[in-house]
Every structure is written in C-alpha cells, then in structure tokens.
C-alpha cells in the first residue's frame, strides 16, 4: 500500500502561486500513476491533473497552461506547480495514487484511485 501526504497549500491573493507536494511512502511508487483532485465547499471532486508512471500527462481544460504536475520518484514525490491563481481555484487538493501497468490508459475517474492524501486547503484571495 502506499500512503500520501500533502502539503504545500495555504492563503494566497488571486494572480500568485503555490507549489503543492505529494509525498509517498510504501509500495512502488514508481508504479503509480497520480493525481490531484479538488473540491470546493458544496461541490463535487473535480480533477485536476494526473501524472502517469511513464510521465504522460493530463490537466482539466481550467488548468492548462496555469498548473503543472511533475513527479520525482527519486523522492517519491509528486508536485503540483499552480500559477496565476484565481478565486475559484480555492478548494480542499488532494493527491490520489492508483498502480498501473504502462498499457493502463490514464484516467479523471476519482473512483478509480485507491490510495488518497488528507487533502491541504489552497485558499486564494481576490
């Protein structure tokens, strides 16, 4: 099993940038694909972005080009790079984990992911 905590998140005025990490312990992380998730107050889990073991990429079309995920499995540690923050953006991220094989296509499924994060709140201002 892996486990996953998050940390990175905090208060920030709309326009700035935080850097979310995801930290693994347990299991090969290398083996896993990985996530991040959203959820606001009163809202569904939305994705966000994910990062494949063999690096593939995906973003929600409300992040592209302001949001970027890296993985470093040295550290075993996943990174969300979040720029040009706005108002909305503001909800509870957590990080998720799924092993894969590499003929696994990606998924935005949040049911698919097995091993979550506690989720650290990204609050931006406006």
């Known amino acids: 099993q892996v486990q996953l905590v998050e940390s990175g998140g905090g208060l920030v005025q709309a326009g700035g940038s935080l850097r979310l990490s995801c930290a693994a312990s347990g299991g090969a992380f290398s083996r896993h694909a990985v996530a991040w998730f959203r959820q606001a107050p009163g809202q569904e889990r939305e994705f966000v972005a994910s990062i494949s073991r063999s690096g593939n990429l995906d973003y929600a079309d409300f992040v592209k080009g302001r949001f970027t995920i890296s993985r470093d499995n040295a550290k075993k540690t996943v990174y969300l790079q979040m720029t040009d923050l706005k108002a909305d953006d503001t909800a509870v991220y957590s990080c998720?984990?799924?092993?894969?094989?590499?003929?696994?296509?990606?998924?935005?499924?949040?049911?698919?992911?097995?091993?979550w994060g506690q989720g650290t709140q990204v609050t931006v201002s406006s």
């Open positions: 998720a984990a799924r092993h894969t094989i590499l003929t696994v296509p990606d998924t935005r499924d949040y049911t698919d992911y097995p091993y």
